[in-house]
Nanobody
C-alpha cells in the first residue's frame, strides 16, 4: 500500500521557519520524482517544488523561490521542505506527492502574528 505522511506543520510568525517532512512507504521512493503542493483556503492546489529521484535537481514556484528548499533522503524514504522567511500568504495545507499522483493527508502551515 502506497503511503505518504506529512508532518512538521504549525503556527509560525512572519519571517519564521518550518521544516516539513514526508515519510513514505509502499513504492520505490528512490525511483520517483517527488513534489510538494499546497492549498490555501478557498483556492485550488498550487505546485510548490519538485525534486528528481536522485535529489540532484530541484525546481520551485516563483512564489517560493529563494525561500524554500526541497530535499530528500533516499535511505530514509523521506522528503523534506525547508521553509524560511515565511509570509502570511504561505498559509495553506501542504501535501507531498509522488510522480504517480499519490499524496498524503497534508499538514497545516499557518503564518500569522
Amino acid at each position: 500500500e502506497v503511503q505518504l505522511a506529512e508532518s512538521g506543520g504549525g503556527l509560525v510568525q512572519p519571517g519564521g521557519s518550518l521544516r516539513l517532512s514526508c515519510a513514505t512507504s509502499g513504492f520505490p521512493f528512490n525511483s520517483y520524482i517527488m513534489r510538494w503542493l499546497r492549498q490555501a483556503p478557498g483556492k485550488g492546489p498550487e505546485w510548490v517544488a519538485a525534486i528528481n529521484s536522485a535529489g540532484s535537481s530541484t525546481t520551485y514556484a516563483d512564489s517560493v523561490k529563494g525561500r524554500f528548499t526541497i530535499s530528500r533522503d533516499n535511505t530514509k524514504n523521506t522528503l523534506y521542505l525547508q521553509m524560511d522567511s515565511l509570509k502570511p500568504e504561505d498559509t495553506a495545507v501542504y501535501y507531498c506527492a509522488n510522480d504517480r499522483g499519490a499524496r498524503g493527508q497534508g499538514t497545516q502551515v499557518t503564518v500569522s502574528s
